[in-house]
């Protein structure tokens, strides 16, 4: 399986809902990472997996979270939504430390 | 803090001129660098880099180059052409580590 792949497109949630966001990786990429884009704004880093351990968190509060399977699939967890967490959500993977990262086309979410 | 900058949201450049995008960085540690660009509905797709040791890489009508006393890289794009019209996103790590994104500049070639 080639590109990274991503679901849903696009979703809907109320505040204070919880949501998963789910992606699904190229064979052989180990890392995967997690970014948030705002609206007007430059993709933000949420936190990094290598091997299914968390090995980096950006400026993100705890209720953001994420695992990470051994087929190379991984989910973005959010708990108690909030109206700010409105945004794109890119995963992005890479085999082990080579910079090339795949981006997917991301989950649009939008929280009312 | 935004640690990786583009000052121009926008850009406009007629058919066969050349686009030049500019990106300035704040945090000395980054050692990588970075071009993506962005079609509407589609995630980043990955365009050029550089690592800090170059000033300059070329990937056929891509040229990007890196000042790193100025903080400063500009990805050239000649000839442009209308299907180069999209968001750029500079990108700088600091080792193999996560990607830092400026805000984009919305580049249009015009016909």
């Known amino acids: 399986e080639t590109g990274v792949t991503q679901s849903p497109t696009h979703l809907i949630k109320t505040r204070g809902q919880q949501v998963t966001l789910r992606c699904s990786s190229q064979?052989?990429?180990?890392?995967v990472s997690w970014y948030q884009q705002a609206l007007g704004q430059g993709p933000q880093f949420i936190f990094q997996y290598y091997r299914e351990e968390e090995n980096g968190r950006g400026n993100f509060p705890p209720r953001f979270s994420g695992l990470q399977f051994p087929n190379y699939s991984s989910e973005l967890n959010v708990n108690a939504l909030e109206l700010d967490d409105s945004a794109l959500y890119l995963c992005?993977?890479?085999?082990?430390?080579?910079?090339?990262?795949?981006f997917g086309s991301g989950t649009r979410l939008t929280v009312v | 803090d935004q640690q990786v900058k583009q000052n121009s949201p926008s850009l406009s450049v007629q058919e066969g001129r050349i686009s030049i995008l500019n990106c300035d960085y704040t945090n000395s540690m980054f050692d990588y660098f970075l071009w993506y660009k962005k079609y509407p509905a589609e995630g980043p797709t990955f365009l050029i880099s550089?690592?800090?040791?170059?000033d300059k890489n070329e990937d056929g009508r891509f040229t990007v180059f890196l000042n790193k006393s100025a903080k400063h890289l500009s990805l050239h794009i000649v000839p442009s052409q209308p299907g180069d019209s999209a968001v750029y996103f500079c990108?700088?790590?600091?080792?193999?580590?996560?990607?830092?994104f400026g805000t984009g500049t919305r580049l249009t070639v015009i016909p």
């Open positions: 550089i690592s800090s040791i170059k």
């Open positions: 990108a700088a790590s600091a080792g193999a580590n996560n990607l830092f």
């Open positions: 992005a993977s890479r085999p082990g430390t080579n910079y090339g990262y795949t």
């Open positions: 064979s052989g990429h180990n890392t």
